[in-house]
């Protein structure tokens, strides 16, 4: 029997731990990729001559990749340095009104005490208590295992667990339920934030999504050299397995071979006779007929209303002052349901927007730079970046907003001209094609939307699905855990015809 011969396309997280899995696994695998670099979201940009994390920041479920490291025979710390942080973000109201949560459950207890009253602190342990049971109810239900529906699920977590069932609460919306553990309207702003991990409302969002929360809680750490440094190191895994990476490689085709995957052609001309496909593309590109007219009914098309946030981010070198920036920081909005609409039913840049911003430099060890440093500044946007060209002048209103959102906390930005690189909803549409800039597939709202994304398997045989648009969703940890469950669909689907 020949080696099967596996392309995979886009070598963004679920690619590569896809890559990794099936190579170690004997398959013959090309990852194919279009951009220079491995990592997709997870990229870098070069501003005033430094290198900068321009897409994921905030690093949990460490587990996830211990597990695929020593799966491939090594082990995550021989390849990596990660650094637990202790204060997992700071949030500000404005110039006094700020918040830090700690890795220590009861020291964010005594800081939401000191904050808000004892009452809060007492719902707060309350909230984390919830997050942590529906987290562990879906863990190896539903986030770890093949894409279930509702039935399958309620069998997985057993009907002696009835109670656990109803307590994901996918039919409660999120900010709704989180008001029952608060009373203070910041607080229940900050725990709805959580939503925006997955691209979301928290106003549309199912209460289950609290259960980010207790994921955070579990811990958040840092990649010494930056997050790109896990793409780099998830790519040299699968090339020292034997996986041939190629960058700057846009695959334009996947045809059919009677009725199942054949061959794959790039746009440079060349073909390539495969067995099967991973597509780590987003879906929507299958389903906008990127790769041809043959694979276009793999996946059902999100429609644009459907979508999940994008962002126009900053990513600067710059001094700063007034303001303890912690390396994750949140400035919020004063008005966070307008935030929402202006974002999923206006379709346009909100008017009062929460800033995320993260300083690459600092740590809980490391003293804060006194020169220019490395940040990554966030605001939500609509994803229509297909359809709507953004201007200068719009980005540069959304950015004084964003700005003067800080200074109103008391942060000043010293930026400089030429230090700085802005991407918007337009950007990342070209970076990630078929998405109108969503960054995490279709949006998580109503029950339903965990059951609606697709599986590992398309309805096309010999073309597999991995990445933030495929169960279980969207998210660093979440991505690599659907490029693993692609690759163990695809190896068993051909044990079964060896
Ligand atoms: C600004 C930002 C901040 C984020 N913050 C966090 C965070 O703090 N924590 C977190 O866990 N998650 C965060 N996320 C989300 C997280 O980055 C993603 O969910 C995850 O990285 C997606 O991985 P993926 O496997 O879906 O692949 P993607 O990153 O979507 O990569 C897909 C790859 O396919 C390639 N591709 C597409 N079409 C083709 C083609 N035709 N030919 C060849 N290649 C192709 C693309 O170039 C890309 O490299 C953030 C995302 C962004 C953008």
Not at 190 to 218: D, K, N, W
Request: include cysteine; charge should be positive.
């Amino acid at each position: 029997m020949h080696t099967r011969r596996i392309a995979v396309i886009g070598a963004g997280i679920a690619g590569l731990t896809a890559a990794i899995d099936l190579a170690r696994r004997g398959f013959a695998v090309t990852v194919l990729e279009q951009a220079g670099a491995p990592g997709g979201k997870m990229r870098e940009v070069e501003v005033a001559g430094q290198r900068l994390d321009a897409g994921p920041t905030v690093f949990t479920l460490r587990d996830v990749f211990e597990q695929l490291y020593s799966d491939a025979g090594t082990s995550l710390s021989a390849h990596l340095k990660l650094l637990p942080v202790s204060v997992l973000a700071r949030h500000a109201w404005d110039q006094s009104e700020h918040l830090d949560l700690h890795a220590n459950l009861a020291e964010s207890a005594d800081a939401i005490g000191r904050f808000a009253g004892s009452g809060e602190a007492k719902g707060f342990l309350a909230f984390a208590a919830r997050a942590e049971r529906i987290y562990r109810t879906l863990n190896t239900s539903f986030m770890r295992a093949a894409k279930p529906n509702p039935i399958e699920l309620s069998r997985r977590i057993g009907i002696s667990n009835i109670t656990d069932l109803f307590n994901i609460q996918p039919f409660a919306k999120m900010y709704e339920s989180i008001s029952r553990y608060f009373a203070d309207p910041r607080l229940r702003q900050l725990f709805a934030r959580y939503a925006t991990y997955c691209g979301s409302s928290p106003y549309e969002s199912p209460a289950t999504l609290m259960l980010i929360a207790h994921v955070e809680q579990a811990g958040v750490w840092t990649i010494d050299g930056g997050m790109h440094r896990l793409a780099q190191s998830l790519a040299e895994l699968a090339r020292s397995l034997g996986a041939d990476l190629r960058y700057g490689t846009i695959v334009t085709r996947v045809d059919l071979d009677r009725g199942r995957v054949g061959a794959i052609e790039t746009a440079s001309g060349e073909r390539l006779a495969i067995d099967a496909v991973v597509c780590n593309a987003d879906n929507n590109a299958l389903a906008l007929g990127l790769f041809g007219a043959s694979v276009r009914s793999s996946v059902r098309e999100t429609a644009p209303a459907a979508r999940s946030l994008s962002a126009v981010t900053w990513n600067l070198v710059a001094r700063t002052e007034g303001f303890p920036l912690a390396h994750h920081s949140v400035f919020f909005g004063d008005d966070y349901r307008s935030e929402f609409d202006d974002v999923f039913r206006r379709r346009r840049l909100p008017g009062r927007p929460t800033v995320y911003v993260c300083a690459q430099d600092r740590g809980d060890t490391i003293a804060a730079p006194r020169e220019a440093e490395r940040l990554l500044c966030l605001v939500n946007a609509p994803a229509i970046g297909d359809t709507h060209q953004f201007t200068t002048a719009e980005i540069q209103q959304c950015e004084m907003k964003a700005f003067e959102r800080l200074e109103r906390c008391g942060l000043r930005v010293l930026r400089q001209a030429g230090a700085s690189c802005v991407t918007s909803p337009t950007d990342f549409n070209r970076l990630f094609p078929g998405t109108g800039g969503a960054l995490y597939g279709p949006a998580s709202h109503g029950w339903r939307s965990s059951f609606t994304r697709p599986g590992s398997r398309s309805r096309i045989p010999g073309l597999y699905l991995a990445g933030g648009s495929t169960h279980p969703g969207p998210g660093v940890p979440m991505a690599a855990l659907s490029g693993r469950l692609a690759a163990a669909c695809l190896a068993a689907d051909y044990a079964s015809i060896a």
